[in-house]
């Protein structure tokens, strides 16, 4: 019985790798900041609705970062964690692949932020309070290798501020490349 309701679900659930980068509003900032990708994950669900995909996901973003202040060298990350939800427009292009396009937004669960300097590291908690909703355009696509197992690669771009309260000059956008295995159940 079990196995009947979960077959007339369609739920899809969805799990995998992150590559996150920030992209700073003011190229001047860009200029004295070496930002770089940082690893992390994605773990949700979705269904098809009619026409489109809804879901809601647990998303990892973030980011690596080298500087120099005064001299001295510093180096770093962020993690951002989001509980998303997403849009998706399905485009079939062929047996088992069909591509995507759509809206997700991300409110904020909070994260962490590592700093080395001098051989020493500091950890602090980024509080949620501290983000805006993290929202922006998610494209690409999926191939499902059975009736039941696929993957996916997609792009998010960030179009809305990470902080909340940031100078704008100062503040940046969320960029994430994701590659996923998909499960129907």
């Known amino acids: ?58 998303v990892q973003r973030g980011t690596e970062v080298e500087f120099e202040v005064f001299g001295y060298e510093f180096s ?3 993690v951002y964690n989001y509980a998303a939800l997403h849009i998706l427009y399905p485009i079939a292009m062929g047996t088992g692949l069909e591509g995507f396009g759509g809206l997700q937004a991300g ?14 590291t500091e950890t602090e908690d980024i509080d949620a309070d501290g983000f805006g909703i993290d929202a922006g355009l998610l494209v690409g696509a999926s191939f499902m290798l059975n009736e039941k197992f696929g993957i996916r690669a997609s792009y998010y771009l960030g179009l ?17 490349i994701s590659l996923s295995a998909l499960m129907k159940l």
Do not use: C, P, W
Request: proline residues 0%; hydrophobic residues 35%; aromatic residues 8%.
């Open 1 to 58: 019985m079990l196995s009947n309701i979960f077959a007339q679900s369609e739920l899809t659930v969805i799990g995998g790798y992150n590559m996150s980068k920030i992209k700073y509003n003011d190229d001047d900032v860009t200029e004295m900041v070496d930002v770089d990708m940082r690893s992390g994950i994605n773990i949700g669900i979705e269904k098809h609705t009619g026409s489109l995909i809804a879901g809601a996901s647990f």
């Open 76 to 78: 770093g990350y962020d």
């Open 107 to 120: 409110f904020s669960l909070g994260g962490e932020t590592h700093i080395e300097a001098g051989g020493d």
């Open 160 to 176: 809305t501020d990470v902080a909340k309260d940031g100078a704008d000059d100062e503040n940046y956008k969320n960029n994430t």
